[in-house]
């Protein structure tokens, strides 16, 4: 599986935006770039995913590089809730392949009142 | 819908004994995951099913951990006999069917403390 390399840790202010980045380097044509959150005693939870375009959702926004080399995950404006760890993962798209979800250690967000 | 529902949310056991974690996924979807969750070792992928025949179980750590799929709306990961080292959040995921262009929706885990 392609390798994602995120930052340990960020910290914003609240009501402000934020991006994460993640860098991946390896991905092939087959890999969709997904984002997944996990909040203090939750299970992991869906961000946003996209291909090559960039994508909205009521979430957030990835954008994603032309060479697709990197993304950036943005939350529009940080709340007390989003402070969680932000997970980049690649996931294969190749024909018959589940794309199974493989987490790296991801980035720690502290959002700050 | 629910969502994935995990039981017990809590289990605290002596090492040794047999440990039972259940799994109710999402109704429709094709594809279940367990994952383990460690401070040392974040979140393992330990098998996954589609249609109930299991895929891949690669991540599964040694003989002592099984899992079941006997229908679709049910699955067990089971440790028999049980160590401290297997104290972890064990988490259940479900996905229909899209692969990659789909989202994974987890359930809130069992937290396992063996003792």
């Known amino acids: 599986d392609a390798k994602t390399t995120q930052p340990n840790s960020m910290e914003s202010n609240e009501e402000e935006p934020v991006h994460l980045p993640c860098n991946h380097s390896t991905i092939s044509g087959t890999d969709y770039i997904h984002w997944y959150r996990q909040l203090p005693s939750q299970g992991p939870e869906y961000v946003i995913h996209g291909l090559t375009s960039n994508v909205n959702n009521r979430m957030a926004s990835l954008a994603i590089a032309e060479d697709r080399k990197s993304s950036t995950l943005i939350l529009h404006r940080a709340t007390l809730r989003d402070a969680a760890v932000y997970y980049c993962?690649?996931?294969?798209?190749?024909?018959?392949?589940?794309?199974?979800?493989?987490f790296g250690q991801g980035t720690t967000l502290q959002v700050k009142p | 819908d629910a969502g994935v529902i995990q039981s017990p949310r809590h289990e605290v056991t002596e090492m040794g004994q047999e440990v039972t974690l259940r799994c109710k996924p999402i109704s429709g979807h094709d594809y279940l995951f367990w994952y383990r969750q460690t401070m040392m070792r974040g979140l393992e992928l330990l098998i996954y099913f589609n249609n109930n025949v299991p895929i891949d179980d690669s991540g599964m750590p040694e003989d002592r951990f099984s899992a079941k799929m006997p229908n679709a709306s049910f699955s067990t990961l089971k440790i028999q006999p049980s160590e401290p080292r297997d104290s972890a959040v064990y988490f259940c995921?479900?996905?229909?069917?899209?692969?990659?262009?789909?989202?994974?929706?987890f359930g809130q885990g069992t937290r396992l403390t063996v003792v």
């Open positions: 995921a479900s996905q229909p069917i899209g692969g990659p262009n789909t989202e994974a929706f």
């Open positions: 993962i690649l996931r294969d798209r190749t024909i018959g392949n589940t794309g199974k979800l493989i």
